[in-house]
């Protein structure tokens, strides 16, 4: 079983960037698609980003489209999330998890990180 670590959250302005790591425990990590997705208070998770196994295929939501950026490296089994143009909307928890295939959809993916805090102030 893949065992997941997400780290590099924290405060940040509005505009300002913050890049997320989510490090794998499983040297199988390039068979799986991988997937941040985010929880703010009050509020279901929603899908941020996916990427392939070889990391040649990438989805995002419309949300976040031209502001992040998933990537991986293989040989470090971690995948990555480069945030920009932070704004307030985009605090929430954030999550990596894998999965076969990439997919938006939350409920197919299992195992899942424990999850980083990621604060934009206006």
């Known amino acids: 079983q893949v065992q997941l670590v997400e780290s590099g959250g924290g405060l940040v302005q509005a505009g300002g960037s913050l890049r997320l790591s989510c490090a794998a425990s499983?040297?199988?990590?390039?068979?799986?698609?991988m997937g941040w997705f985010r929880q703010a208070p009050g509020k279901e998770r929603e899908f941020v980003a996916t990427?392939?196994?070889?990391?040649?295929?990438?989805y995002y939501a419309d949300s976040v489209k031209g502001r992040f950026t998933i990537s991986r490296d293989n040989a470090k089994s971690t995948v990555y999330l480069q945030m920009n143009s932070l704004k307030p909307e985009d605090t929430a928890v954030y999550y990596c998890?894998?999965?076969?295939?990439?997919?938006?959809?939350?409920?197919?993916?299992?195992?899942w990180g424990q999850g980083t805090q990621v604060t934009v102030s206006s």
């Open positions: 990427i392939s196994s070889g990391g040649d295929s990438t």
């Open positions: 499983s040297r199988t990590f390039s068979r799986y698609a």
């Open positions: 998890a894998a999965n076969l295939v990439p997919s938006s959809n939350h409920r197919v993916y299992d195992p």
